[in-house]
Nanobody
Framework: QVQLVESGGGMVQAGASLRLSCAAS??????IGWFRQAPGKEREFVAA????????LYANSVKGRFTISRDNAKNTVYLQMNDLKPGDTAVYYC??????????????????WGQGSQVTVSS
């Protein structure tokens, strides 16, 4: 079992930046993904990164604005969010994929989830 804790959310104005952190209890997983869920909407994929090797995967909606990165020494994955828009308002969750042959956006393919961190972007 992997415990995940998100932090770094908050309320900002459009155009601002935030960096979310996902601290994992261990790296006994293949990858970490970020998802978000806005009120009344389905959970959607944001980005994912392997602990070892490969290139990150991004949703088209955040490509060019968000950057996912990792610090393996700290068992932590980050999501740098720039040029935030009101449409980015959501609870952001990180999730661990126990194993896999490649990065993917399927929520059902991630096995452990954090409690979420609220990001609110005002206009």
């Amino acid at each position: 079992q992997v415990q995940l804790v998100e932090s770094g959310g908050g309320m900002v104005q459009a155009g601002a930046s935030l960096r979310l952190s996902c601290a994992a209890s261990s790296r006994i997983s293949y990858a970490i993904g970020w998802f978000r869920q806005a009120p009344g909407k389905e959970r959607e994929f944001v980005a994912a990164i392997r602990w070892i090797g490969g290139s990150p995967l991004y949703a088209n909606s955040v490509k060019g604005r968000f950057t996912i990165s990792r610090d393996n020494a700290k068992n932590t994955v980050y999501l740098q969010m720039n040029d935030l828009k009101p449409g980015d308002t959501a609870v952001y969750y990180c999730a661990a994929d126990r194993y896999g042959l490649g990065l993917h956006s399927r929520a059902n393919g991630y096995d452990y989830w954090g409690q979420g961190s609220q990001v609110t972007v005002s206009s």
